[in-house]
């Protein structure tokens, strides 16, 4: 079964994975995450605030195996978040 996610969740992935590639493999830490996730989201969609919510979205990435967090130091994508992500902006192309 395939799971569902959408443009917020994506946001999510994509928050996680660019963090990691600009800043040398290092975990994006919750606080970080939050700040970046409701930047963008207001920048992009700011009519649709009541849609993204954050700790739902993460614990979803997480339990269904798209998010990792390491030992408590921060969020790194799965081999399956990557994968998601990269057939999410290949779709969009």
């Known amino acids: 079964m395939q799971d569902l996610l959408d443009k917020y969740d994506y946001v999510l992935l994509d928050i996680i994975y660019t963090y990691k590639k600009n800043n040398k493999n290092q975990l994006i830490k919750l ?16 009519k649709d605030n009541h849609t993204a919510q954050l700790g739902e979205r ?7 195996g798209y998010i990792i ?6 969020y790194t994508l799965t081999r399956k978040g990557k994968e998601e992500l990269v ?7």
């Open 58 to 64: 993460i614990a979803h990435l997480y339990l269904n």
């Open 31 to 46: 606080s970080q995450l939050e700040a970046n996730y409701w930047t963008r989201i207001e920048r992009e969609d700011s």
């Open 69 to 74: 967090n390491k030992n408590g130091m921060g």
């Open 87 to 93: 057939m999410e902006k290949v779709e969009k192309a």
